[in-house]
């Protein structure tokens, strides 16, 4: 069956607090959330405490690969955090985006870099290499060389074409490998972390200025007004954001 929804918001959560969610009800932007928590209040699907953030990701893909909704945005649970730039508020930035421009839209300006390096005495870069290897190199080729450059920390929009372009048991191959793998949940969701715009179409090397991503101003202030705007005009005149970006 082929999901009417046209966005939703997949959340990773473990300990956070969730009210904030409710701003959504008003913008008709449901939402799921996949928690590592043990509280019986959260409802929503329960994770094994294993790859921070990925695993939750890679749930929601398995769980609905035949019935995605036409963008997705993953995010952490937190509103507000250190790695959440320009804008500092995803609330903010999941209203001023430019939902449909790109296939693969990142929420934050902050960046991030790492390698791909077999036998490195860095963990991380070993780490990355071994799991590129093992379940994503079939799919994607050999590892990027030069390493990655890109926006940090796993919090991004990505329509359904683009999840669509792997099949399902390539999602559930990374899920089953991060679930049984000895290393930390630093290191293998960190590795996620990096490959994220990879995996959905996009360079190692991969950089949006904030104003690509969100309406903003004449000054260049992101700017939720605009984008309020812009979704009256559609309305007003029943077109999509995809006739226009």
Request: aromatic letters at 12%; hydrophobic letters at 40%; glycine letters at 4%.
């Amino acid at each position: 069956m082929q999901s009417k929804l046209t966005r939703m918001i997949v959340v990773s959560h473990f300990n956070e607090d969730l009210n904030w969610l409710d701003l959504f009800i008003g913008d008709k932007i449901p939402h799921i959330v996949y928690t590592r928590s043990s509280d019986p209040l959260i409802s929503h699907g329960l994770l094994v405490n294993k790859g921070r953030e990925a695993i939750a990701y890679l749930c929601y893909i398995v769980d609905f690969y035949s019935n995605l909704p036409s963008s997705i945005a993953f995010i952490h649970a937190h509103r507000t955090s250190w790695h959440q730039k320009d804008p500092d508020d995803v609330v903010v930035a999941l209203r001023a985006l430019k939902w449909n421009k790109y296939s693969y839209m990142p929420l934050t300006s902050l960046k991030t870099q790492s390698r791909f390096q077999h036998r490195s005495s860095e963990l991380q870069d070993a780490v990355n290499y071994e799991l590129w290897q093992d379940v994503l190199q079939k799919e994607l080729g050999p590892p990027p060389l030069t390493g990655v450059q890109t926006h940090c920390c796993a919090s991004f929009v990505v329509t359904k074409e683009a999840i669509l372009k792997h099949p399902k048991v390539f999602y559930l191959n990374i899920m089953n490998y991060i679930n049984s793998s000895q290393y930390s949940d630093q290191l293998t969701g960190r590795t996620l972390e990096y490959t994220w715009h990879m995996i959905f179409g996009q360079p190692a090397i991969f950089n949006l200025k904030p104003c690509d991503l969100f309406f903003c101003d004449t000054n260049g202030k992101i700017s939720v007004e605009l984008a309020e705007k812009y979704a009256e005009f559609l309305s007003i005149n029943k077109i999509t954001d995809r006739h226009l970006f």
